[in-house]
């Protein structure tokens, strides 16, 4: 009798939808394998085994939609009837986020492939773009500039992105960039935390260093606020809200110093 990684054979029973929701089912706890808890992906199991997925069904198809999901409202930023570019689309969390919300167009934009949900990837409305490395993107290839462009990029920092995400950006266009400290912060420093970024220093900056950044493109920063479900391992994360044709719309320092402290009660609490 053939056994299968668990993580494989979620899908393979149609309890996940990808790899990548299948490892976040798994890592939550919310899988049982004859009645107890299943904590690894690679655990191996067989055909016969009994195996439920206990997670209430989710409104999107990745935390990454919750996540955008309060950021758009946050920012009051309507994707309704726009056309937005999802950079590091992986699962579609975003994507599925802005096409919930009336999003006219979606270009998802990912290095990997075979990630997107199939449910996301069949939407008329979806224009995907895999094994693409957005610095070498053009806007011809997605049809012309955006009326939003949204970012979740992992293990590359932002700032060798940026540019290209502002030139992404129509000329009254959003930039809404997740801003995870753990792949800003530098190989080394992450790796003698084991990954998980505690100091409110760092954070602090890691937004000065993006925001710096920010201000050398065309956009300019319009509001900042912290991520409502955190990242892999519990990190801290960070919404930045960035808008084209205009300067910075807030006291950029003030408001980085802001969420900061906010971010330190939240992880005292």
């Given at each position: 009798m053939t056994r299968r990684r668990l993580d494989t054979e979620l899908m393979r029973r149609d309890l996940a939808s990808t790899p990548g929701r299948a490892r976040e089912l798994i890592q939550a706890g919310q899988v049982l394998v004859g009645g107890a808890v299943a904590s690894k992906p690679a655990r191996m199991v067989a055909p016969s085994d009994p195996v439920v997925v206990t997670a209430s069904r989710r409104k999107f198809v990745s935390r990454g939609g919750d996540k955008l999901d309060a950021a758009l409202t946050n920012f009051r930023v309507d994707p309704r009837g726009k056309r937005v570019v999802d950079v590091g689309a992986s699962t579609g969390g975003f994507s599925d986020c802005v096409m919930q919300r009336g999003a006219r167009e979606v270009a998802a934009i990912d290095v990997g492939y075979g990630q997107l949900d199939q449910q996301i990837r069949n939407d008329p409305r979806m224009n995907v773009f895999e094994r693409t490395n957005v610095r070498y993107l053009k806007l011809s290839d997605i049809g012309g500039p955006a009326d939003l462009v949204v970012a979740d990029l992992s293990f590359i920092s932002l700032?060798?992105?940026?540019?290209?995400?502002?030139?992404?950006?129509?000329?009254?266009?959003?930039?809404?960039?997740?801003?995870?400290?753990?792949?800003?912060?530098?190989?080394?420093?992450?790796?003698?935390?084991?990954g998980i970024i505690r100091n409110p220093d760092v954070w602090l900056r890691v937004l000065e260093e993006i925001s710096e950044c920010v201000s050398e493109t065309c956009l300019g920063v319009a509001g900042l606020m912290i991520s409502p479900l955190r990242g892999v391992g519990g990190n801290t994360e960070f919404f930045m809200h960035s808008q084209a044709g205009a300067g910075d719309a807030i006291q950029v320092t003030d408001a980085i110093n802001k969420v900061v402290d906010e971010a330190k009660g939240e992880a005292m609490s």
């Amino acid at each position: 009798m053939t056994r299968r990684r668990l993580d494989t054979e979620l899908m393979r029973r149609d309890l996940a939808s990808t790899p990548g929701r299948a490892r976040e089912l798994i890592q939550a706890g919310q899988v049982l394998v004859g009645g107890a808890v299943a904590s690894k992906p690679a655990r191996m199991v067989a055909p016969s085994d009994p195996v439920v997925v206990t997670a209430s069904r989710r409104k999107f198809v990745s935390r990454g939609g919750d996540k955008l999901d309060a950021a758009l409202t946050n920012f009051r930023v309507d994707p309704r009837g726009k056309r937005v570019v999802d950079v590091g689309a992986s699962t579609g969390g975003f994507s599925d986020c802005v096409m919930q919300r009336g999003a006219r167009e979606v270009a998802a934009i990912d290095v990997g492939y075979g990630q997107l949900d199939q449910q996301i990837r069949n939407d008329p409305r979806m224009n995907v773009f895999e094994r693409t490395n957005v610095r070498y993107l053009k806007l011809s290839d997605i049809g012309g500039p955006a009326d939003l462009v949204v970012a979740d990029l992992s293990f590359i920092s932002l700032r060798t992105v940026l540019p290209r995400l502002a030139a992404l950006c129509g000329d009254n266009g959003d930039l809404l960039m997740l801003v995870k400290p753990q792949f800003e912060a530098g190989r080394v420093e992450a790796a003698r935390v084991q990954g998980i970024i505690r100091n409110p220093d760092v954070w602090l900056r890691v937004l000065e260093e993006i925001s710096e950044c920010v201000s050398e493109t065309c956009l300019g920063v319009a509001g900042l606020m912290i991520s409502p479900l955190r990242g892999v391992g519990g990190n801290t994360e960070f919404f930045m809200h960035s808008q084209a044709g205009a300067g910075d719309a807030i006291q950029v320092t003030d408001a980085i110093n802001k969420v900061v402290d906010e971010a330190k009660g939240e992880a005292m609490s």
